[in-house]
T-cell receptor, first 115, second 114 residues
């Protein structure tokens, strides 16, 4: 596609429910990142995929969070047993090869609200 | 470890006035530095980046930033603000060798007063 696509754009859920967020990166981009943006805070790194390498999960805040990526395409971020503190905008970004000097292409994000 | 500090979570300028958004970084190795902008209801997009070439970097929409190693700063400037510049601006730092090491500041919301 022309850009990074995220769905849904908004998600309201009840505490304790599971949610799944989807990211479609730019075609051909081998690197994919998930970030969390809480209100009034910066972007918090969650997880990084690069090609067929093992993902860097060092930013996942708890074992309720997991993510998968199929090859070099779609990624899903799953949050189990959601808590109110999980409310945030979840941003996905992709880049061509994952180099530290590369431009990140961001999606518009998923606004998650946990009631 | 790397980190980024953006001074001023909110900045207001008059239309036509100078825009100055401050960013200081901490890095134990030579960094790559970035400014991203987020317009209302849009995703973040790259304004400009410093990758060890010229210290004065020019970006889109008339913005530029200067890398000052002695001050560990990468402030963003624009000589004359336009109404369309109203947005959230994020400074970010990364290091060579590991693509996951992008550290973002908390952002500065720019308001342009007509």
């Amino acid at each position: 596609g022309a850009g990074v696509s995220q769905s849904p754009s908004n998600k309201v859920t009840e505490k304790g429910k599971d949610v799944e967020l989807r990211c479609d990166p730019i075609s051909g981009h081998t690197a994919l990142y998930w970030y969390r943006q809480r209100l009034g805070q910066g972007l918090e790194f969650l997880i990084y995929f690069q090609g067929n390498s093992a993902p860097d999960k060092s930013g996942l805040p708890s074992d309720r969070f997991s993510a998968e990526r199929t090859g070099e395409s779609v990624s899903t971020l799953t949050i189990q047993r959601t808590q109110q503190e999980d409310s945030a905008v979840y941003l996905c970004a992709s880049s061509l090869t994952g180099g530290g000097n590369e431009k990140l292409f961001f999606g518009s994000g998923t606004q998650l609200s946990v009631l | 470890a790397q980190s980024v500090t953006q001074l001023g979570s909110h900045v207001s300028v008059s239309e036509g006035a100078l825009v100055l958004l401050r960013c200081n970084y901490s890095s134990s190795v030579p960094p790559y530095l970035f400014w991203y902008v987020q317009y209302p209801n849009q995703g973040l997009q790259l304004l400009l980046k410093y990758t060890s070439a010229a210290t004065l970097v020019k970006g889109i929409n008339g913005f530029e930033a200067e890398f000052k190693k002695s001050e560990t700063s990468f402030h963003l400037t624009k000589p004359s603000a336009h109404m369309s510049d109203a947005a959230e601006y994020f400074c970010a730092v990364s290091v060579a060798g590991a693509g996951n090491q992008f550290y973002f500041g908390t952002g500065t919301s720019l308001t342009v007063i007509p």
